[in-house]
Protein backbone atom coordinates (compact mmCIF):
# COMPACT_ATOMS: atom_id res chain seq x y z
CA UNK A 1 0.00 0.00 0.00
CA UNK A 2 1.50 3.47 -1.16
CA UNK A 3 0.39 6.52 0.95
CA UNK A 4 1.62 10.09 0.48
CA UNK A 5 1.73 12.51 3.29
CA UNK A 6 2.48 16.16 2.33
CA UNK A 7 5.01 18.09 4.21
CA UNK A 8 5.17 22.47 4.39
CA UNK A 9 8.83 23.43 3.64
CA UNK A 10 10.58 25.09 6.00
CA UNK A 11 12.14 28.48 5.58
CA UNK A 12 13.08 27.96 2.23
CA UNK A 13 14.58 31.06 0.32
CA UNK A 14 13.04 32.77 -2.66
CA UNK A 15 15.62 31.68 -4.70
CA UNK A 16 14.96 28.27 -4.28
CA UNK A 17 11.43 28.16 -4.41
CA UNK A 18 11.68 29.59 -8.10
CA UNK A 19 13.87 26.73 -8.96
CA UNK A 20 11.15 24.25 -7.82
CA UNK A 21 8.67 26.36 -10.07
CA UNK A 22 10.22 26.64 -12.93
CA UNK A 23 9.60 23.09 -13.03
CA UNK A 24 5.97 22.85 -13.28
CA UNK A 25 5.98 24.83 -16.85
CA UNK A 26 8.70 22.07 -18.49
CA UNK A 27 7.35 19.21 -17.01
CA UNK A 28 3.97 20.10 -18.33
CA UNK A 29 4.84 20.73 -21.87
CA UNK A 30 6.35 17.07 -22.02
CA UNK A 31 4.10 15.83 -19.85
CA UNK A 32 1.42 17.01 -22.98
CA UNK A 33 3.72 15.85 -25.70
CA UNK A 34 4.26 12.67 -24.47
CA UNK A 35 0.76 11.70 -23.86
CA UNK A 36 -0.02 12.84 -27.43
CA UNK A 37 2.24 10.69 -28.48
CA UNK A 38 0.71 8.03 -26.55
CA UNK A 39 -2.50 8.87 -27.52
CA UNK A 40 -1.83 8.39 -31.32
CA UNK A 41 -0.45 5.02 -31.15
CA UNK A 42 -3.76 3.78 -28.84
CA UNK A 43 -5.96 5.29 -31.69
CA UNK A 44 -4.00 3.62 -34.73
CA UNK A 45 -4.55 0.22 -32.67
CA UNK A 46 -1.21 -0.09 -31.38
CA UNK A 47 -0.41 -1.45 -28.09
CA UNK A 48 0.78 1.32 -25.81
CA UNK A 49 4.38 1.20 -25.36
CA UNK A 50 5.70 -0.01 -21.14
CA UNK A 51 7.73 3.40 -21.34
CA UNK A 52 6.50 6.45 -22.72
CA UNK A 53 9.20 8.51 -23.99
CA UNK A 54 9.38 10.88 -27.23
CA UNK A 55 10.17 9.34 -30.68
CA UNK A 56 13.88 9.90 -31.80
CA UNK A 57 14.89 10.97 -27.98
CA UNK A 58 13.95 14.22 -28.28
CA UNK A 59 13.94 16.33 -24.97
CA UNK A 60 11.92 19.16 -23.73
CA UNK A 61 13.81 22.26 -23.76
CA UNK A 62 15.47 23.04 -19.75
CA UNK A 63 15.37 19.27 -19.12
CA UNK A 64 17.59 17.01 -18.81
CA UNK A 65 17.96 13.15 -19.62
CA UNK A 66 16.87 11.94 -15.79
CA UNK A 67 14.50 14.46 -15.93
CA UNK A 68 12.85 12.74 -19.17
CA UNK A 69 12.88 9.32 -17.72
CA UNK A 70 11.08 11.22 -14.81
CA UNK A 71 8.44 12.46 -17.05
CA UNK A 72 8.11 9.70 -18.66
CA UNK A 73 7.25 7.03 -15.59
CA UNK A 74 5.02 9.90 -14.38
CA UNK A 75 3.07 10.09 -17.31
CA UNK A 76 2.68 5.97 -17.87
CA UNK A 77 1.18 6.07 -14.43
CA UNK A 78 -1.13 8.86 -15.09
CA UNK A 79 -2.14 6.95 -18.53
CA UNK A 80 -2.47 3.12 -16.93
CA UNK A 81 -5.19 4.38 -14.71
CA UNK A 82 -7.35 6.32 -17.30
CA UNK A 83 -6.56 3.42 -19.28
CA UNK A 84 -7.93 1.03 -16.27
CA UNK A 85 -10.83 3.36 -15.99
CA UNK A 86 -11.79 3.26 -19.73
CA UNK A 87 -11.37 -0.68 -19.49
CA UNK A 88 -14.10 -1.05 -16.55
CA UNK A 89 -16.50 1.40 -18.59
CA UNK A 90 -16.31 -0.69 -21.72
CA UNK A 91 -16.90 -3.67 -19.64
CA UNK A 92 -19.69 -2.74 -18.18
CA UNK A 93 -21.57 -1.23 -21.59
CA UNK A 94 -20.58 -4.86 -22.70
CA UNK A 95 -21.80 -6.34 -20.00
CA UNK A 96 -25.18 -4.83 -19.35
CA UNK A 97 -26.31 -4.90 -23.40
CA UNK A 98 -28.59 -7.03 -25.15
CA UNK A 99 -26.04 -9.05 -27.33
CA UNK A 100 -25.24 -12.07 -27.53
CA UNK A 101 -23.01 -14.04 -25.01
CA UNK A 102 -20.48 -14.85 -27.94
CA UNK A 103 -20.71 -11.13 -28.83
CA UNK A 104 -20.20 -10.02 -25.01
CA UNK A 105 -16.90 -12.87 -24.99
CA UNK A 106 -15.38 -11.50 -28.07
CA UNK A 107 -15.96 -7.81 -26.82
CA UNK A 108 -14.43 -8.49 -23.32
CA UNK A 109 -11.50 -9.94 -24.77
CA UNK A 110 -10.86 -6.77 -27.20
CA UNK A 111 -11.30 -4.83 -24.57
CA UNK A 112 -8.78 -6.25 -22.13
CA UNK A 113 -6.46 -6.24 -24.87
CA UNK A 114 -7.15 -2.40 -24.96
CA UNK A 115 -7.63 -2.91 -28.64
CA UNK A 116 -10.70 -0.20 -28.98
CA UNK A 117 -9.44 1.01 -32.46
CA UNK A 118 -7.66 -1.75 -33.93
CA UNK A 119 -8.78 -2.07 -37.52
CA UNK A 120 -7.74 -6.01 -37.67
CA UNK A 121 -7.48 -8.38 -34.83
CA UNK A 122 -7.22 -11.81 -34.16
CA UNK A 123 -8.34 -14.19 -31.30
CA UNK A 124 -7.37 -17.79 -30.02
CA UNK A 125 -9.63 -19.71 -29.10
CA UNK A 126 -9.71 -23.88 -28.14
CA UNK A 127 -12.90 -25.73 -28.59
CA UNK A 128 -14.51 -27.50 -25.34
CA UNK A 129 -16.24 -30.80 -24.81
CA UNK A 130 -19.28 -29.85 -26.52
CA UNK A 131 -17.33 -28.55 -29.50
CA UNK A 132 -18.05 -24.69 -29.00
CA UNK A 133 -14.75 -22.26 -28.87
CA UNK A 134 -13.86 -20.59 -25.53
CA UNK A 135 -10.57 -18.76 -24.82
CA UNK A 136 -7.47 -20.15 -25.19
CA UNK A 137 -4.93 -21.08 -22.10
CA UNK A 138 -1.93 -21.51 -21.44
CA UNK A 139 -2.18 -25.32 -21.21
CA UNK A 140 -4.68 -25.68 -23.82
CA UNK A 141 -2.25 -27.68 -26.52
CA UNK A 142 -5.27 -27.63 -29.75
CA UNK A 143 -5.61 -23.99 -30.42
CA UNK A 144 -7.54 -22.25 -33.04
CA UNK A 145 -6.58 -18.47 -34.43
CA UNK A 146 -9.32 -16.45 -35.47
CA UNK A 147 -9.86 -12.99 -37.18
CA UNK A 148 -12.69 -10.61 -35.33
CA UNK A 149 -15.69 -10.01 -37.35
CA UNK A 150 -15.16 -6.42 -38.62
CA UNK A 151 -18.82 -5.66 -36.99
CA UNK A 152 -17.53 -5.94 -33.80
CA UNK A 153 -14.21 -4.00 -34.18
CA UNK A 154 -16.77 -1.24 -35.47
CA UNK A 155 -19.29 -1.83 -32.25
CA UNK A 156 -15.84 -1.48 -29.94
CA UNK A 157 -14.38 1.28 -31.41
CA UNK A 158 -18.49 2.89 -30.85
CA UNK A 159 -18.28 1.54 -26.73
CA UNK A 160 -14.81 3.01 -26.63
CA UNK A 161 -15.96 6.41 -27.46
CA UNK A 162 -18.96 6.54 -25.49
CA UNK A 163 -16.74 5.48 -22.62
CA UNK A 164 -14.45 8.60 -23.87
CA UNK A 165 -17.03 11.08 -23.14
CA UNK A 166 -18.09 9.33 -19.52
CA UNK A 167 -13.77 9.27 -18.63
CA UNK A 168 -12.11 12.28 -20.84
CA UNK A 169 -8.77 11.91 -21.63
CA UNK A 170 -6.77 13.48 -18.90
CA UNK A 171 -5.07 16.48 -19.74
CA UNK A 172 -1.47 16.65 -18.32
CA UNK A 173 -0.73 19.86 -19.12
CA UNK A 174 -2.68 21.33 -16.23
CA UNK A 175 -1.40 19.07 -13.57
CA UNK A 176 -0.49 20.80 -10.18
CA UNK A 177 1.80 17.92 -9.27
CA UNK A 178 4.39 16.41 -10.40
CA UNK A 179 5.42 12.88 -9.35
CA UNK A 180 9.10 12.94 -9.17
CA UNK A 181 11.61 9.82 -9.10
CA UNK A 182 14.27 8.77 -6.72
CA UNK A 183 16.63 9.66 -9.95
CA UNK A 184 16.02 13.61 -9.69
CA UNK A 185 14.50 13.48 -6.27
CA UNK A 186 16.09 11.85 -3.05
CA UNK A 187 14.68 12.19 0.73
CA UNK A 188 17.37 11.82 3.46
CA UNK A 189 17.25 12.30 6.98
CA UNK A 190 19.63 15.12 8.41
CA UNK A 191 22.82 14.64 10.15
CA UNK A 192 22.39 16.55 13.25
CA UNK A 193 19.21 16.61 15.00
CA UNK A 194 17.47 19.60 14.51
CA UNK A 195 14.35 19.10 16.02
CA UNK A 196 12.92 22.07 13.80
CA UNK A 197 13.52 20.17 10.14
CA UNK A 198 12.33 16.33 9.82
CA UNK A 199 14.05 15.76 6.56
CA UNK A 200 15.67 16.88 3.45
CA UNK A 201 14.88 16.24 0.10
CA UNK A 202 17.45 17.01 -2.51
CA UNK A 203 15.91 18.17 -6.09
CA UNK A 204 17.46 18.35 -9.44
CA UNK A 205 16.61 21.95 -11.06
CA UNK A 206 16.75 23.44 -14.45
CA UNK A 207 20.04 23.93 -13.81
CA UNK A 208 22.27 21.48 -14.56
CA UNK A 209 24.37 20.36 -11.88
CA UNK A 210 23.22 23.11 -9.03
CA UNK A 211 20.16 20.75 -7.46
CA UNK A 212 18.66 22.61 -3.66
CA UNK A 213 18.24 20.85 -1.15
CA UNK A 214 14.67 21.64 0.39
CA UNK A 215 13.90 21.35 4.35
CA UNK A 216 10.97 19.99 5.53
CA UNK A 217 8.68 20.88 8.53
CA UNK A 218 8.20 17.95 11.25
CA UNK A 219 5.22 15.57 10.37
CA UNK A 220 3.92 13.47 13.94
CA UNK A 221 1.28 12.02 11.46
CA UNK A 222 3.71 10.72 9.30
CA UNK A 223 6.60 10.32 11.69
CA UNK A 224 4.15 7.90 13.89
CA UNK A 225 2.65 6.25 10.45
CA UNK A 226 6.71 5.51 9.19
CA UNK A 227 7.86 3.91 12.37
CA UNK A 228 4.43 1.55 11.87
CA UNK A 229 5.51 1.21 8.48
CA UNK A 230 9.34 -0.07 8.57
CA UNK A 231 8.07 -2.46 12.02
CA UNK A 232 5.62 -3.98 9.08
CA UNK A 233 8.79 -4.35 6.71
CA UNK A 234 8.06 -1.22 4.57
CA UNK A 235 9.76 2.16 3.80
CA UNK A 236 9.63 4.89 1.99
CA UNK A 237 9.09 4.61 -2.15
CA UNK A 238 11.18 5.79 -4.82
CA UNK A 239 8.80 8.87 -5.09
CA UNK A 240 8.24 12.54 -3.81
CA UNK A 241 5.51 14.54 -4.98
CA UNK A 242 5.40 18.00 -5.22
CA UNK A 243 2.19 20.03 -5.31
CA UNK A 244 1.80 23.51 -6.29
CA UNK A 245 -1.18 24.84 -4.52
CA UNK A 246 -3.64 27.98 -5.59
CA UNK A 247 -2.09 29.95 -3.17
CA UNK A 248 1.67 29.75 -4.87
CA UNK A 249 2.31 27.53 -1.72
CA UNK A 250 4.77 24.55 -2.29
CA UNK A 251 3.89 21.27 -0.40
CA UNK A 252 6.52 18.14 -0.58
CA UNK A 253 4.66 14.72 -0.32
CA UNK A 254 6.82 11.96 0.78
CA UNK A 255 5.25 8.41 0.01
CA UNK A 256 5.42 5.27 1.86
CA UNK A 257 5.04 1.48 0.75
CA UNK A 258 3.67 -0.76 3.34
CA UNK A 259 3.13 -4.38 2.98
CA UNK A 260 -0.64 -5.41 2.69
CA UNK A 261 -2.05 -6.68 5.88
CA UNK A 262 -3.68 -9.98 5.78
CA UNK A 263 -7.56 -10.09 6.00
CA UNK A 264 -9.18 -10.65 8.67
CA UNK A 265 -10.64 -14.42 9.85
CA UNK A 266 -12.94 -13.56 12.55
CA UNK A 267 -15.30 -10.53 13.49
CA UNK A 268 -18.65 -9.01 12.90
CA UNK A 269 -19.83 -7.97 9.42
CA UNK A 270 -21.42 -4.38 9.53
CA UNK A 271 -23.50 -3.15 6.76
CA UNK A 272 -22.85 0.69 6.24
CA UNK A 273 -25.66 3.74 4.43
CA UNK A 274 -25.05 6.71 3.50
CA UNK A 275 -28.12 8.48 4.26
CA UNK A 276 -27.57 11.61 4.82
CA UNK A 277 -30.52 12.73 6.91
CA UNK A 278 -29.68 12.59 10.43
CA UNK A 279 -25.90 11.54 9.91
CA UNK A 280 -22.95 11.24 7.78
CA UNK A 281 -23.81 7.27 7.60
CA UNK A 282 -25.62 4.90 9.89
CA UNK A 283 -24.75 1.00 10.70
CA UNK A 284 -26.46 -2.14 10.96
CA UNK A 285 -26.10 -2.42 14.36
CA UNK A 286 -28.06 1.08 14.83
CA UNK A 287 -25.34 4.09 14.98
CA UNK A 288 -25.59 7.25 13.69
CA UNK A 289 -22.32 8.72 12.68
CA UNK A 290 -21.17 11.97 11.53
CA UNK A 291 -24.16 14.19 12.48
CA UNK A 292 -21.84 17.30 13.97
CA UNK A 293 -20.44 17.27 10.18
CA UNK A 294 -23.78 17.07 8.29
CA UNK A 295 -25.35 19.91 10.55
CA UNK A 296 -21.61 22.27 10.00
CA UNK A 297 -22.41 21.37 6.05
CA UNK A 298 -25.93 22.41 6.00
CA UNK A 299 -24.79 25.71 7.60
CA UNK A 300 -22.28 26.05 5.18
CA UNK A 301 -24.50 25.59 2.49
CA UNK A 302 -26.28 28.57 3.16
CA UNK A 303 -23.29 30.35 2.96
CA UNK A 304 -21.90 28.84 -0.60
CA UNK A 305 -24.67 29.80 -2.16
CA UNK A 306 -25.27 33.71 -0.74
CA UNK A 307 -21.43 33.88 -1.85
CA UNK A 308 -22.49 32.80 -5.08
CA UNK A 309 -25.10 34.91 -5.85
CA UNK A 310 -23.51 37.94 -4.73
CA UNK A 311 -20.70 37.44 -7.17
CA UNK A 312 -23.10 36.55 -10.10
CA UNK A 313 -25.05 39.84 -9.27
CA UNK A 314 -21.42 41.48 -9.91
CA UNK A 315 -20.96 39.38 -12.97
CA UNK A 316 -18.41 37.58 -11.28
CA UNK A 317 -17.65 33.59 -11.77
CA UNK A 318 -17.61 32.45 -8.78
CA UNK A 319 -15.07 29.86 -9.14
CA UNK A 320 -12.60 32.55 -10.14
CA UNK A 321 -13.36 34.14 -6.72
CA UNK A 322 -10.27 33.30 -3.96
CA UNK A 323 -12.74 33.14 -1.13
CA UNK A 324 -14.99 31.42 -2.62
CA UNK A 325 -12.47 29.00 -3.88
CA UNK A 326 -11.39 28.72 -0.09
CA UNK A 327 -14.64 28.16 1.18
CA UNK A 328 -15.03 25.49 -1.40
CA UNK A 329 -11.73 23.67 -0.10
CA UNK A 330 -12.99 24.13 3.30
CA UNK A 331 -16.04 22.10 2.69
CA UNK A 332 -14.09 19.39 0.75
CA UNK A 333 -11.22 18.86 3.84
CA UNK A 334 -14.42 18.85 6.09
CA UNK A 335 -15.77 16.06 4.23
CA UNK A 336 -12.49 13.92 3.55
CA UNK A 337 -11.38 14.34 7.49
CA UNK A 338 -14.58 12.98 8.74
CA UNK A 339 -15.15 10.51 6.20
CA UNK A 340 -11.36 9.02 7.49
CA UNK A 341 -11.84 9.71 10.96
CA UNK A 342 -15.23 7.69 11.02
CA UNK A 343 -13.64 4.95 8.86
CA UNK A 344 -10.37 4.69 11.22
CA UNK A 345 -12.79 4.69 13.58
CA UNK A 346 -14.67 1.59 12.85
CA UNK A 347 -11.61 -0.33 11.54
CA UNK A 348 -9.60 0.30 15.32
CA UNK A 349 -12.24 -1.24 17.10
CA UNK A 350 -11.64 -4.01 19.69
CA UNK A 351 -13.28 -6.54 21.67
CA UNK A 352 -16.82 -7.72 20.21
CA UNK A 353 -16.95 -4.55 18.29
CA UNK A 354 -13.84 -5.97 16.53
CA UNK A 355 -15.25 -5.75 12.25
CA UNK A 356 -14.34 -8.16 9.63
CA UNK A 357 -16.06 -7.17 6.70
CA UNK A 358 -17.74 -4.30 5.85
CA UNK A 359 -20.97 -4.10 3.44
CA UNK A 360 -21.96 -0.74 1.49
CA UNK A 361 -24.08 0.29 -1.67
CA UNK A 362 -22.87 2.32 -4.61
CA UNK A 363 -22.35 6.01 -2.97
CA UNK A 364 -24.30 8.93 -3.44
CA UNK A 365 -24.32 11.70 -1.27
CA UNK A 366 -26.80 14.02 -3.09
CA UNK A 367 -29.84 13.47 -0.38
CA UNK A 368 -28.95 15.57 2.45
CA UNK A 369 -31.46 18.26 2.25
CA UNK A 370 -28.81 20.63 0.62
CA UNK A 371 -28.85 22.62 -2.81
CA UNK A 372 -27.83 21.04 -5.95
CA UNK A 373 -24.22 23.46 -5.76
CA UNK A 374 -23.18 21.64 -2.52
CA UNK A 375 -24.91 17.79 -3.57
CA UNK A 376 -22.62 18.11 -6.41
CA UNK A 377 -19.25 19.39 -4.06
CA UNK A 378 -20.12 16.83 -1.35
CA UNK A 379 -20.86 13.88 -4.02
CA UNK A 380 -17.30 14.99 -6.09
CA UNK A 381 -15.28 14.91 -2.99
CA UNK A 382 -17.12 12.00 -0.94
CA UNK A 383 -16.94 9.88 -3.95
CA UNK A 384 -13.43 9.60 -4.66
CA UNK A 385 -12.23 10.08 -0.90
CA UNK A 386 -14.50 7.63 -0.01
CA UNK A 387 -13.03 4.96 -2.57
CA UNK A 388 -9.18 5.57 -1.56
CA UNK A 389 -10.50 5.04 2.20
CA UNK A 390 -11.91 2.19 1.60
CA UNK A 391 -8.97 0.69 -0.39
CA UNK A 392 -6.56 1.64 2.38
CA UNK A 393 -9.00 -0.23 4.72
CA UNK A 394 -8.11 -3.26 3.45
CA UNK A 395 -4.73 -2.94 2.44
CA UNK A 396 -3.80 -1.57 5.97
CA UNK A 397 -6.22 -3.07 8.41
CA UNK A 398 -7.31 -6.39 6.23
CA UNK A 399 -10.90 -5.57 6.31
CA UNK A 400 -13.03 -6.90 3.43
CA UNK A 401 -15.10 -4.46 1.02
CA UNK A 402 -18.06 -5.59 -0.56
CA UNK A 403 -20.28 -3.36 -3.10
CA UNK A 404 -24.00 -4.48 -3.39
CA UNK A 405 -27.00 -3.41 -5.72
CA UNK A 406 -28.29 0.09 -4.21
CA UNK A 407 -31.80 -0.29 -5.96
CA UNK A 408 -34.58 -0.04 -3.29
CA UNK A 409 -32.40 0.08 0.05
CA UNK A 410 -34.60 3.03 1.08
CA UNK A 411 -37.42 1.02 0.34
CA UNK A 412 -36.91 -2.47 1.72
CA UNK A 413 -37.87 -3.44 4.81
CA UNK A 414 -34.74 -5.00 6.92
CA UNK A 415 -37.00 -7.45 8.75
CA UNK A 416 -39.43 -8.78 6.27
CA UNK A 417 -38.00 -7.76 2.54
CA UNK A 418 -41.71 -6.16 1.95
CA UNK A 419 -40.56 -3.12 -0.80
CA UNK A 420 -42.76 -0.17 -0.67
CA UNK A 421 -42.63 3.84 -1.67
CA UNK A 422 -44.95 4.25 0.92
CA UNK A 423 -42.88 2.41 3.49
CA UNK A 424 -40.51 5.34 3.96
CA UNK A 425 -42.52 8.68 5.46
CA UNK A 426 -39.59 11.19 5.46
CA UNK A 427 -35.75 10.94 5.16
CA UNK A 428 -35.56 9.76 9.02
CA UNK A 429 -38.88 7.59 9.58
CA UNK A 430 -39.46 4.10 8.16
CA UNK A 431 -42.65 2.05 8.84
CA UNK A 432 -42.85 -1.07 7.25
CA UNK A 433 -46.36 -1.45 5.55
CA UNK A 434 -46.74 -5.14 5.74
CA UNK A 435 -45.23 -5.88 8.72
CA UNK A 436 -45.40 -2.72 10.87
CA UNK A 437 -41.96 -2.30 11.70
CA UNK A 438 -40.68 0.99 12.58
CA UNK A 439 -37.35 2.41 13.02
CA UNK A 440 -34.71 4.83 11.67
CA UNK A 441 -34.89 5.15 8.07
CA UNK A 442 -30.75 4.90 7.90
CA UNK A 443 -30.29 1.69 9.58
CA UNK A 444 -32.72 0.49 8.46
CA UNK A 445 -31.50 0.90 5.09
CA UNK A 446 -27.77 -0.05 6.22
CA UNK A 447 -29.42 -3.32 7.67
CA UNK A 448 -30.64 -4.07 4.40
CA UNK A 449 -27.40 -3.61 2.91
CA UNK A 450 -25.99 -5.92 4.99
CA UNK A 451 -28.65 -8.61 3.90
CA UNK A 452 -27.54 -8.15 0.50
CA UNK A 453 -24.29 -9.26 1.14
CA UNK A 454 -25.12 -12.74 -0.09
CA UNK A 455 -26.42 -12.04 -3.74
CA UNK A 456 -24.20 -9.72 -5.28
CA UNK A 457 -24.54 -10.14 -9.08
CA UNK A 458 -22.72 -8.02 -11.58
CA UNK A 459 -25.94 -7.88 -13.95
CA UNK A 460 -27.23 -5.74 -10.60
CA UNK A 461 -24.71 -2.67 -11.39
CA UNK A 462 -25.54 -1.59 -14.99
CA UNK A 463 -28.47 0.07 -16.94
CA UNK A 464 -30.90 -2.80 -16.11
CA UNK A 465 -29.96 -3.18 -12.35
CA UNK A 466 -33.39 -1.68 -10.65
CA UNK A 467 -34.94 -4.65 -13.29
CA UNK A 468 -32.51 -7.03 -11.86
CA UNK A 469 -32.39 -6.10 -8.60
CA UNK A 470 -36.81 -6.08 -8.77
CA UNK A 471 -36.68 -9.49 -9.68
CA UNK A 472 -34.74 -10.30 -7.12
CA UNK A 473 -36.72 -8.97 -4.47
CA UNK A 474 -40.15 -10.56 -5.49
CA UNK A 475 -38.57 -13.76 -5.77
CA UNK A 476 -36.86 -13.22 -1.85
CA UNK A 477 -40.50 -12.53 -1.25
CA UNK A 478 -42.33 -15.42 -2.87
CA UNK A 479 -39.58 -17.71 -1.17
CA UNK A 480 -40.20 -16.52 2.36
CA UNK A 481 -43.71 -15.72 2.21
CA UNK A 482 -44.92 -18.18 0.03
CA UNK A 483 -46.81 -15.21 -1.66
CA UNK A 484 -47.02 -14.75 -5.40
CA UNK A 485 -45.53 -10.64 -5.51
CA UNK A 486 -48.11 -8.42 -7.68
CA UNK A 487 -48.20 -4.89 -8.45
CA UNK A 488 -51.89 -5.45 -8.62
CA UNK A 489 -53.33 -1.96 -6.77
CA UNK A 490 -50.47 -0.60 -5.81
CA UNK A 491 -47.98 0.12 -8.53
CA UNK A 492 -45.03 0.39 -6.39
CA UNK A 493 -44.86 -2.61 -4.38
CA UNK A 494 -43.37 -5.40 -5.04
CA UNK A 495 -44.81 -7.34 -2.60
CA UNK A 496 -48.77 -8.35 -2.18
CA UNK A 497 -51.28 -5.37 -2.28
CA UNK A 498 -53.39 -6.20 0.69
CA UNK A 499 -50.26 -7.63 2.49
CA UNK A 500 -52.20 -7.65 5.76
CA UNK A 501 -54.95 -10.19 4.94
CA UNK A 502 -53.13 -12.14 2.21
CA UNK A 503 -50.27 -12.76 5.08
CA UNK A 504 -53.15 -13.85 7.65
CA UNK A 505 -54.89 -16.02 5.13
CA UNK A 506 -51.58 -17.97 4.79
CA UNK A 507 -50.82 -18.06 7.99
CA UNK A 508 -47.88 -15.41 8.18
CA UNK A 509 -49.36 -12.52 9.27
CA UNK A 510 -48.15 -9.88 11.87
CA UNK A 511 -49.67 -12.05 14.42
CA UNK A 512 -47.30 -14.49 13.83
CA UNK A 513 -44.25 -13.08 14.53
CA UNK A 514 -43.21 -11.73 10.87
CA UNK A 515 -40.58 -9.89 12.36
CA UNK A 516 -39.30 -8.53 15.92
Known amino acids: MKRAYPHALFDVNK ?107 ELTWTPDDNGELRPAGRKDTFIVTLPVEPELLKLSRRLAKHAVKLNPYPDLRRTDTLILDSIVAKPTRPETGNPRV ?57 VTDTPD ?108 GMSRRMNRLITRTGRACLKQRLQALTEKHGIQVTLVPPQYTSQECSG ?13 HFSCRFCNRKLHADINASRVVKSRSSWQQPDNTGPQGRRNTFRMLDLRFRQRWNIRPTQGTDADVTGAPRVAQTASSNGAGRENGICA
Open 15 to 121: GKCRALLALFNPFREALGVMASHWRLRLLHGDQPPKYVGLPDNRRVAGLSARQMRSVGNMTHGMLLSWQALLEDTVRGLINHSSLTSWEKTVLNRVNVRHAWWAESL
Open 198 to 254: AWWVKISTLNTGHPVNIPLKPNEYFEREYAETLKQGGGLCGVIQLHHADDDTLLISL
Open 261 to 368: APLRDHGQTIGIDFGMADALFATSSGELLGGKMLRDLRSLDQRLNEQAAWLQRRGIKPTRDPGYRKLQNRIRSMVRNEIGRQLNRLANRKGEAYIRRLILEKLDFRYG
Open 416 to 428: CGYVSKRNRKDRS
